[in-house]
Nanobody, 115 residues
Framework: QVQLVESGGGLVQPGGSLRLSCAAS????????MAWYRQAPGKGRDFLAI???????NYADSVKGRFTISRDNAKNTVYLQMNNLKPEDTAVYYC?????????WGQGTQVTVSS
């Protein structure tokens, strides 16, 4: 069983930046992929970004060019660098790690973009 803990959320003004972290309780070396999603109030959970074990990345159109996913295997952590944040980016952000044996979610971290 792998536990994921997100951090780095908070309140930021439009145009600002945040870096989210997702720390895994175990090694991420054998993960198939690592991804970020978000869920705004009253809406479903939307895909944002994915990083495969081979190093391939893919982003939702809504965040392409503004968000960057990365990982640090030594720290068992995946990151989401978010730049030029907009009010519509306000949501709870979740990380997701896919292993051959299962898929795991973190508890989420709130990001609020407001002036």
């Amino acid at each position: 069983q792998v536990q994921l803990v997100e951090s780095g959320g908070g309140l930021v003004q439009p145009g600002g930046s945040l870096r989210l972290s997702c720390a895994a309780s175990g090694s991420i070396l054998r993960s198939i992929s690592m991804a970020w999603y978000r869920q705004a109030p009253g809406k479903g959970r939307d895909f944002l970004a994915i990083l495969t074990s081979g190093g391939t990345t893919n982003y939702a159109d809504s965040v392409k060019g503004r968000f960057t996913i990365s990982r640090d295997n030594a720290k068992n952590t995946v990151y989401l660098q978010m730049n030029n944040l907009k009010p519509e980016d306000t949501a709870v952000y979740y990380c997701n790690v896919q292993f051959a044996v299962g898929r795991y979610w973190g508890q989420g971290t709130q990001v609020t973009v407001s002036s």
